[in-house]
């Protein structure tokens, strides 16, 4: 069994708010000053809860230019209409696009590793796509699995409109196929951000057929879904799939830990990005 350090961070401020807010609410003497304490402290954690993304975005650079009118037409598109025309798979919610931070840090690594060859598996919008496009060299490209033509129509102008649109190659249609099928060059960053319970399938295909880069990076998206590998499903809002997403990426996560072909550290970025390469 491995030691580990003790760290101190913001959610385990939060976490000792919680508890000791918990430890007086269990008191069978709560006066109205143990009451006026807790909710003090639960306001606190609230607050810093309610604001480490907001202050990890206003402190971090914001994707290239370009991105934002991307980001509007995502939050603000019809997508109720599209789903009811049979125009997309599945009930889009905004929520999907990874967003500027998450992007620019995919892009970022992009450049770290020197990487020419990308390899996105699940584009919808393509935030993240517009954000590694932009950070790769004039004879960069990356390549996106995407189930939906429909996301293509709508982001291809703006990828025209932030000049990198030469630099992203679309590939519709089931993610699985194609990496079964592939026979080209590895790539150097692949990003796995598409449906939750397909994950293993992805992985174990990229590792099998060799299709990443021997120094290239594996990011995989939502690996701690919502916390429910954490909570092992308990969630007092949760859906069936959300479970049932929870689930599978719990599994992924011990699958890929045992995996003795890789190295993985787990970021707790937004909803959580493993950070893999070959060992
Ligand atoms: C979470 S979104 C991707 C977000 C995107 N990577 C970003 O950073 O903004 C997941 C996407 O995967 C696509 N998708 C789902 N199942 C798929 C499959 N089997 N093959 C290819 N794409 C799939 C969905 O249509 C959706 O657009």
Same mark, same amino acid.
């Given at each position: 069994?491995?030691?580990?350090?003790?760290?101190?961070?913001?959610? *385990?401020?939060?976490?000792?708010?919680?508890?000791?807010?918990?430890?007086?609410?269990?008191?069978?003497?709560?006066?109205?000053?143990?009451?006026?304490?807790?909710?003090?402290?639960?306001?606190?954690?609230?607050?810093?809860?309610?604001?480490?993304?907001?202050?990890?975005?206003?402190?971090?650079?914001?994707?290239?230019?370009?991105?934002?009118?991307?980001?509007? &037409?995502?939050?603000?598109?019809?997508?109720?209409?599209?789903?009811?025309?049979?125009?997309?798979?599945?009930?889009?919610?905004?929520?999907?696009?990874?967003?500027?931070?998450?992007?620019?840090? %995919?892009?970022?690594?992009?450049?770290?590793?020197?990487?020419?060859?990308?390899?996105?598996?699940?584009?919808?919008?393509?935030?993240?796509?517009?954000?590694?496009?932009?950070?790769?060299?004039?004879?960069?490209?990356?390549?996106?699995?995407? #189930?939906?033509?429909?996301?293509?129509?709508?982001?291809?102008?703006?990828?025209?409109?932030?000049?990198?649109?030469?630099? #992203?190659?679309?590939?519709?249609?089931?993610?699985?196929?194609?990496?079964?099928?592939?026979?080209?060059?590895?790539?150097?960053?692949?990003?796995?951000?598409?449906?939750?319970?397909?994950? *293993?399938?992805?992985?174990?295909?990229?590792?099998?057929?060799?299709?990443?880069?021997?120094?290239? %990076?594996?990011?995989?998206?939502?690996?701690?879904?919502?916390?429910?590998?954490?909570?092992?499903?308990?969630?007092? &809002?949760?859906?069936?799939?959300?479970?049932?997403?929870?689930?599978?990426?719990?599994?992924?996560?011990?699958?890929?830990?045992?995996?003795?072909?890789?190295?993985?550290?787990?970021?707790? #970025?937004?909803?959580?990005?493993?950070?893999?390469?070959?060992?």
């Amino acid at each position: 069994m491995s030691e580990v350090v003790p760290a101190e961070t913001p959610i *385990l401020t939060v976490s000792r708010l919680v508890e000791a807010s918990l430890d007086q609410l269990r008191s069978p003497s709560l006066t109205d000053a143990d009451r006026q304490s807790v909710i003090g402290r639960l306001e606190l954690a609230n607050r810093l809860l309610n604001g480490l993304d907001p202050y990890l975005d206003s402190v971090s650079s914001g994707g290239p230019p370009g991105l934002q009118p991307l980001i509007h &037409e995502t939050i603000h598109h019809d997508w109720a209409r599209a789903y009811q025309e049979k125009k997309v798979s599945f009930k889009v919610n905004p929520s999907w696009s990874a967003g500027a931070y998450e992007g620019s840090f %995919v892009a970022l690594v992009a450049r770290a590793v020197g990487a020419k060859r990308v390899l996105e598996i699940g584009m919808f919008t393509g935030t993240t796509t517009l954000c590694v496009a932009s950070s790769l060299p004039s004879d960069g490209k990356v390549v996106c699995l995407e #189930i939906d033509q429909y996301f293509e129509d709508l982001a291809r102008p703006y990828f025209e409109k932030a000049g990198v649109s030469s630099k #992203i190659d679309v590939k519709v249609g089931k993610a699985l196929d194609f990496l079964q099928s592939y026979n080209g060059e590895p790539f150097d960053l692949i990003f796995i951000d598409a449906d939750k319970t397909g994950y *293993l399938g992805y992985f174990n295909a990229i590792l099998d057929r060799g299709l990443l880069s021997k120094n290239g %990076v594996l990011l995989v998206d939502n690996v701690l879904y919502k916390g429910l590998p954490i909570t092992d499903g308990l969630q007092s &809002e949760s859906t069936a799939e959300r479970v049932d997403n929870g689930g599978a990426l719990k599994h992924f996560n011990q699958v890929v830990r045992q995996d003795k072909r890789v190295e993985v550290c787990v970021l707790p #970025i937004r909803d959580g990005v493993s950070f893999i390469m070959h060992k």
